[in-house]
């Protein structure tokens, strides 16, 4: 499968943005979804992350209660709302695609990779 991120951009603290990932191929809805993000000189932190239906959702301690993924698979993409932003959001958001069965958060359970997109918040 192939991934292509989209909709970061410079905003400021408190504002919202949502970023989207689509995805090629027919076989979307097999796929457990999961976006992560990279700083510079950091390593990339697991986010949030969706089952392939979409019923389960888990996502990091900061961002729970601000950031919300979803996905449709009619549509073969998956977003992540972002609210309440923070300067400390500030990094390249990358979206994954696992066959696994179980929930996961590492990066290595990902197998697939979509080329990023930069999110900025100013404070």
């Known amino acids: 499968v192939q991934l292509q991120a989209s909709g970061g951009g410079l905003v400021q603290a408190g504002d919202s943005l949502r970023l989207s990932c689509a995805a090629s191929g027919r076989t979307f809805s097999r796929y457990r979804m999961g976006w992560f993000r990279q700083a510079p000189g950091k390593e990339r932190d697991f986010v949030a992350g969706?089952?392939?239906?979409?019923?389960?959702?888990y996502y990091a301690e900061s961002v729970k209660g601000r950031f919300t993924i979803s996905r449709d698979n009619a549509k073969n993409t998956v977003y992540l709302q972002m609210n309440s932003l923070k300067p400390e959001d500030t990094a390249t958001y990358y979206c994954a695609a696992s066959s696994g069965v179980v929930p996961t958060t590492a990066t290595t359970s990902y197998s697939y990779w979509g080329q990023g997109t930069q999110v900025t918040v100013s404070s």
């Open positions: 969706i089952s392939m239906s979409g019923g389960s959702t």
